[in-house]
């Protein structure tokens, strides 16, 4: 008999609904900071869960070509979460589905395990996150062992999904810690809404196309700033596998032995390496950002994460005939290219190639920030 050490989870993104108050429009499809809404779900949600479905019941085509099982509601016509939630049960042999609606772009990384722990240390049949307010049942841990049950209470008539989920012995789980998990689009106008990644201290992005120069940029703008007592780190976003040291090096062949994080230290210099748990996942700066010692810096500057929500420094060079990011992108806040843009957007324009000025626009952005 082969024994299970941990309960298997599929992930659920309920894409289900008919968006009223959305004018009608497919909400997992609008785009937000340059992707569909759906996207930034399942990016949210892939590496926490054993397999992953998406609930919908319009516009399939563009929901498969994700590479995800999409499944429709299993009763006819449009009755809620509670429907996506029982068809994804009966569509998986996981003992427990995940779920999380499509238009909430900021699901925590920690979603399944702590409602997994939660419920487990507490003895009760299914979890409920919470944002310390109140409930947010359409974030759920649920055992798929009551899709009969559940079935049943759908075909009675019933729709609510808080009267069906305190039948059994509930966990809530609390979240008041990440409240930018629940935040969600309703309206069109919520849309329009900037949402900032929280910083502890000032945090521009240099957000561009490979090969305008970001790195060169970085290179002849950190001394400056550095000549200007400014205290600067630097979180770089790399596309590919990268190592920070060599085969044949200690550090590395005792890493690559099987240790999950490897320090080295010496008087002048200190590096940690650790393996990633989702190899696959792109990180989130959200995540990174607790590992700076930010009572020595000043300022931090982003290269790469195009899509976290922070202001950012759009380099743009014509001749590369690459379009500029910040039709897409509100929070692009500057352009910095090498030839005049007049009249092209409404944003303020520097030279790429004028150090002092950049570094007089960051000096700017930081008084603002902290004022």
Same mark, same amino acid.
């Given at each position: 008999? !082969?024994?299970?050490?941990?309960?298997?989870?599929? =992930?659920?993104?309920?894409?289900?609904?008919?968006? *009223?108050?959305?004018?009608?429009?497919?909400?997992?499809?609008?785009?937000?900071?340059?992707?569909?809404?759906?996207?930034?779900?399942?990016?949210?949600?892939?590496?926490? +869960?054993?397999?992953?479905?998406?609930?919908?019941?319009?516009?399939?085509?563009?929901?498969?070509?994700?590479?995800?099982?999409?499944?429709?509601?299993?009763?006819? =016509?449009?009755? =809620?979460?509670?429907?996506?939630?029982?068809?994804?049960?009966?569509?998986?042999?996981?003992?427990?589905?995940? !779920?999380?609606?499509?238009?909430?772009?900021?699901? %925590?990384? +920690?979603?399944? #395990?702590?409602?997994?722990?939660?419920?487990?240390?507490?003895g009760?049949?299914?979890?409920?996150?919470?944002?310390?307010? *109140?409930?947010?049942?359409?974030? %759920?841990?649920?055992?798929?062992?009551?899709?009969?049950?559940? *079935?049943?209470?759908?075909?009675?008539? &019933?729709?609510?999904?808080?009267?069906?989920?305190?039948?059994?012995?509930?966990?809530?789980?609390? $979240?008041?810690?990440?409240?930018? !998990?629940?935040?969600?689009?309703?309206?069109?106008?919520?849309?329009?809404?900037?949402?900032?990644?929280?910083?502890?201290?000032?945090?521009?992005?240099?957000?561009?196309f490979?090969?305008?120069?970001?790195? !060169?940029?970085?290179?002849?703008?950190?001394?400056?700033?550095?000549? @200007?007592?400014?205290?600067?780190?630097?979180?770089?976003?790399?596309?590919?596998? $990268?190592?920070?040291?060599?085969?044949?090096?200690?550090?590395?062949?005792? @890493?690559?032995?099987?240790?999950?994080?490897?320090?080295?230290? %010496?008087?002048?210099?200190?590096?940690?390496?650790e393996?990633?748990?989702?190899?696959?996942?792109?990180?989130?700066?959200?995540?990174?950002?607790?590992?700076?010692?930010?009572s020595?810096?000043?300022?931090?500057?982003?290269?790469?994460?195009?899509?976290?929500?922070?202001? /950012?420094?759009?380099?743009?060079?014509?001749?590369?005939?690459?379009?500029?990011? $910040?039709?897409?992108?509100? #929070?692009?806040?500057?352009?910095?290219?090498?030839e005049?843009?007049?009249?092209t957007?409404p944003?303020?324009?520097?030279?790429?190639?004028?150090?002092?000025?950049?570094?007089?626009?960051? &000096?700017? $952005?930081?008084? /603002?920030?902290?004022?």
């Amino acid at each position: 008999m !082969t024994v299970q050490p941990f309960p298997s989870v599929t =992930g659920v993104i309920l894409a289900g609904g008919l968006a *009223r108050r959305m004018g009608g429009d497919d909400k997992g499809l609008i785009p937000y900071q340059g992707r569909a809404m759906v996207r930034h779900a399942v990016s949210a949600m892939l590496p926490q +869960v054993d397999t992953l479905i998406i609930n919908a019941n319009r516009h399939l085509e563009q929901y498969q070509q994700l590479g995800y099982p999409v499944v429709s509601d299993s009763i006819e =016509g449009f009755h =809620g979460p509670l429907a996506g939630m029982l068809t994804a049960m009966e569509n998986t042999q996981a003992d427990y589905i995940l !779920t999380a609606p499509c238009d909430s772009p900021f699901i %925590s990384p +920690v979603l399944r #395990q702590r409602m997994m722990e939660t419920m487990l240390m507490n003895g009760r049949e299914l979890a409920v996150a919470s944002d310390g307010d *109140r409930l947010q049942p359409v974030f %759920s841990l649920i055992p798929t062992r009551l899709k009969g049950e559940l *079935r049943a209470f759908l075909e009675q008539g &019933e729709r609510k999904i808080d009267r069906w989920l305190m039948q059994y012995k509930l966990a809530e789980v609390d $979240f008041s810690d990440q409240p930018e !998990t629940f935040v969600n689009f309703n309206h069109p106008e919520d849309l329009e809404q900037t949402n900032t990644l929280t910083a502890p201290l000032p945090m521009l992005g240099i957000a561009a196309f490979s090969g305008t120069g970001k790195t !060169t940029l970085l290179t002849r703008l950190l001394p400056e700033l550095n000549q @200007r007592g400014l205290r600067v780190a630097v979180i770089k976003h790399a596309h590919h596998n $990268f190592d920070i040291d060599k085969p044949g090096k200690d550090s590395y062949e005792i @890493r690559e032995a099987g240790a999950q994080q490897m320090l080295i230290a %010496s008087s002048r210099m200190m590096a940690l390496m650790e393996k990633s748990d989702a190899p696959d996942n792109d990180p989130q700066l959200a995540d990174l950002l607790p590992r700076l010692e930010v009572s020595k810096l000043d300022l931090i500057l982003v290269e790469g994460f195009k899509h976290e929500p922070i202001p /950012k420094l759009e380099l743009y060079r014509p001749s590369l005939g690459k379009p500029l990011l $910040f039709r897409d992108d509100p #929070q692009i806040i500057a352009i910095a290219s090498d030839e005049a843009l007049a009249g092209t957007h409404p944003l303020p324009e520097l030279n790429i190639n004028d150090i002092g000025a950049i570094a007089d626009f960051i &000096e700017q $952005f930081m008084h /603002k920030w902290t004022a």
